[in-house]
Each structure stands twice: as structure tokens, then as C-alpha cells.
């Protein structure tokens, strides 16, 4: 896979923190810069913000059609069957760009990795499997497409874990979301699970929760 295209918004100048947030299938790095005003971080938080582009792919369940997308998704049952060698392909594209911010100058353990739908997923396969450790996981409205495969990695072990869903998500539905907890949980995690009130979306406690992860995990 290329290098990623990305947005990057920075909320001071000379960020001591950064935050990879992966869009959903279809979408683009521009979905979730909106959000950076809402998080509720101090005026004096000085975070760098990566949205990165998917790149463009034939997705079967939309009939083969080609768009922004992490990965194929070949059958949308609540096992969700998908490309997983494109998901690592994925994830490994996006560790290029946490490398790229500890060359920067900001400590791995500055850095946070979120995503939606898609993007959470990857986030998953990156987050516990990246060799430094990450300051954490956000995992929006998502699920965990290789708990049996992932390979999690001593340095991530205990890394604090948020994972919100959309108790009327039609796309993803809940179950999926309580899944994923319940595996990270096997697996020796505790992620904290909250539920809105919502489609496949999101909202502003939600967001507003995030930004207090933010400031627990990286400032």
C-alpha cells in the first residue's frame, strides 16, 4: 500500500501529543475534523490531529462499486466476513504514521489511535499489536474484526481502551459492540464500554468523552 494521504490539524503550535483517527468506509479524512473544537481540550493542550484518506477499493457488499475504504467487506452478517490481509495492509499504512510522529518528537506513548466503523477496527489491529507502547485505544461504533488472528504485543498490554457504540446502530449493530469488549476482555484487557442513544454516529457526550480521554492519556 502507498503512503497515506492525510489532514492534519494541530490545536498549538509544537504539539507534545498526537491523535491517528480513522475514518468509516466511504468516507474521508475529512469526516472527524470537525470534531477537534468539541473534544473540550484546554486552550493551552497542544495536540497534533491525523485524519488519514483510505484508499480507494472495490467493496463487494456495495456491489463491487470502488471507494475510500480500509478494507474489503465481502458479506455484511453479524460475523462481518472481510478482506483481513487489506485490513493488515491497513494497519500497517497507518503504523507508518505513528512512526512518523515519534520521528517528529512525540513519544509513542503520546499518541492515541481512534476510529470509526472501519477505521476502529483497524485502530484494534494496530493498537494491540503495535511493538511501542500507545497511549490508548478509542474504538467508535466498530468491531473487532481480528480478535482471533490479532497478535498483541507486550508493549500494549493494559493499554487503556474506550469503545462507545449506538444502542439503534443499523450498520453495526450493538451486539457487535458488546463482542469486542467481551474479547478484549478475554484476552486481559478492560476497556470501558459506553452506549448513546443513536444510529451509526456519533454525539456530542460522546465526543466530549473522548476529549477527557484525551486529557487523562496524553496531557
Known sequence: MQDLQYIEVETRANPTA????????????????????????????????????????PVTI?????????????????????????????????GKLIEQEIERGIPAEKIIIAGFSQGGAVAYE??????????????LSTYFATEKTVQPSEANAGIPINVYHGTADPMVPETLGVRSVAALKGMGYDPAYMTFPMEHSVCLEEVQDIGRFICKHVL
Open 126 to 139: 494496530l493498537g494491540l499489536s503495535f511493538p511501542k507502547r500507545l497511549a490508548g485505544i478509542l474504538a
Open 18 to 57: 498526537a491523535v491517528i483517527w480513522l475514518h468509516g468506509l466511504g468516507a474521508s479524512g475529512h469526516d472527524f475534523e470537525p470534531v477537534v473544537p468539541e473534544l473540550g481540550l484546554p486552550d493551552d493542550a497542544a495536540v497534533r490531529f491525523i485524519f488519514p484518506h483510505a484508499p480507494n477499493l
Open 62 to 94: 456495495n456491489g463491487g462499486m470502488t471507494m475510500p475504504a480500509w478494507y474489503d467487506i465481502k458479506a455484511m452478517d453479524i460475523d462481518r466476513v472481510v478482506d483481513t490481509e487489506q485490513l493488515m495492509d491497513s494497519a500497517r499504512a497507518v
